[in-house]
């Protein structure tokens, strides 16, 4: 290690860098040096590769079992155990792969592509079929691709070679075993099924094999990883110019190099650089395949379903036993899809749509996710950014429903209960059904989401820093820039002032007074039992004595008491609410033995003392504004505000931006 680059990794006050090397050194060298060691190459002998075959069912294993393995076991979840999941997932028992973690809401999509990947192990018409991710932009077809390229890394392949040279294309021994000749002696033998050969070797294994005269013994099989470092296995294709690209970049070309001393037909003369020439036993990845022209598609049709493919010279057929990974977005799949001259093609494809996250909580989580892997990650992020956001692109990506507001649309498919606060909304099942399949398809990008968030933190000449009311700001301007349809424009602006705005609004308000009331629990607390006490003498028609001061209260004051709760709330029907929540109080008191019910423990009474508590703003005004403070007692009721809100998750900057906010929005209201 160079001494500036040492210095870097020491410490202000600690040991000097020469020490923190020494220290550090070897530990981090022998972790490098054993995952190095991983990689090595193990060779062995044809006959001990045949021997090992029935004790490790991984030496003949295709790449969709090898997949599978990686993938690793599911865990298994009982939805109706958990009251959101079981909403969003109808009470049905679902898989989830710790292996594919970090995908947020994408549990049906992935149990698709892990579906695709079973049935090609068992041998079915999914292992001739070309896995193709449908979706929009930034919906994470590529992270997919990613995550499944990393998987198949671990799981080792073995390659015919011979002497010191390894087999070009990485084809698999069995290939020199034809099932016609050969098939009953190896499933008797070493019990190898006859699905496991494909009847054909590559023209390097038969020049080879001419070579040897015959002698397969003069083979040997090397046991190696797939490596997206070194295309072993694992490759990446992308569509190239409309005018010079040509199906080299699939199917290897001939090395002009190698002219020189073979001929043009020798095997030994091709450069086996293409993607499938990398991915024989592997995964080779398509990006944004539709964008190719379609004679460079062609070679892919064979590989897949006949197990080979021809070169770009007079060579024999090449080998293909690997699994083709393609996405794009949708328009080019539509535009591919409706020309008649691809039906062929069309029948050879699996498509499995990625459409964007339709649920607020895992789109906020996507975004966090970002954020810890930027130089964000310590900036101050005030609570309901990342929700905020969350909801505007989601809002942007569900279809209308006619007899139900967007947003109790957008709060069901989070997996809330809107019973009692919406009587109206409609089931999960039933949105989708109305939705259609294509719901998720269209609408905010999360790179664009992520591109907004990354302003607003930058949006401060001061500090570093996110909050609301500058998300919802840097989200106007960036909606205009963008130069959307109009209607679609006024649309998306409409979500931050008739929604997000005004829900913010409350949210903030909650926040602020919660921080203003010193003893807010215990307030609560005792508006909540004293509420459940009057209440419960009222229903009985009978005096309540106050236990602290000893006064008696006539059924008259106890409606006249309880209505001071119940009118900032606006309950249209006293009776029939107070019936409800002492009926509720006393049930749950009974079931914890007599224990206090907490008095936010049930949504509908706690909205209705929190309104009583903060039905006078203006009341806040003198402690929470940040001007000049009448008297001390102000301003260490101030400061004491100021803590209790950064304890909530406020920068001081922004405690005054907010709360000169909600001024604002409260006057205008």
Known sequence: MKADTAHAFAQPGSMDAPRAAAVLGPEIFSLFSMAYARERRTAMSLMEFLEGCPDDPGMTASVAERMIAAIGEPVIVDTAKDPRLGRIFLNRTIKLYPSLSGFFGMEDTIQRVVSFFQHAAQGLEERK???????PVGGGKSSLAERLKALIETQPIYVLAAGDELSPVFESPLGLFGPDTMGAILESRYRIPRRRLTGICSPWAAKRLDAFDGDISRFSVVKVYPSRLRQIGVAKTEPGDENNQDISTLVGKVNIRKLEHFSQHDPDAYSYSGGLNRTTQGLLEFVEMFKAPIKVLHPLLTATQEGNYAGTENLGALPFQGIVLAHSNESEWEQFKNNKNNEAFLDRICVVKVPYCLRVTEEAMIYAKLLEGSELCEAPCAPEVLEILARFCILSRLKEHQNSPLFSKLRVYNGESLKDTDPKAKSVQEYREIAGVAEGMTGVSTRFAFKVLSETFNCDNEEIAADPVHLMYVLEQAIKREQYPKDVEERYLDFIKSNLALRYAEFIG???????????????????DRY???????IEEQDFKDPDTGQVFDRQVLDAELSKTEKPAGIANPKDFRNEIVKFALRARANNHGKNLSWTAYEKIREVIEKRMFSQVEDLLPIISFGAKQDSKTDKQHADFLDRMKARGYTERQVRRLVEWYMRVNKAG
């Open 129 to 135: 079929q070309i896995l193709y991710l449908l979706g």
């Open 532 to 538: 459940i006490a009057y209440a419960d003498a009222w």
């Open 510 to 528: 909650r926040e602020i007074q919660k921080a203003y009331i010193e003893s807010y629990s215990e307030y609560g607390q005792n508006l909540f």
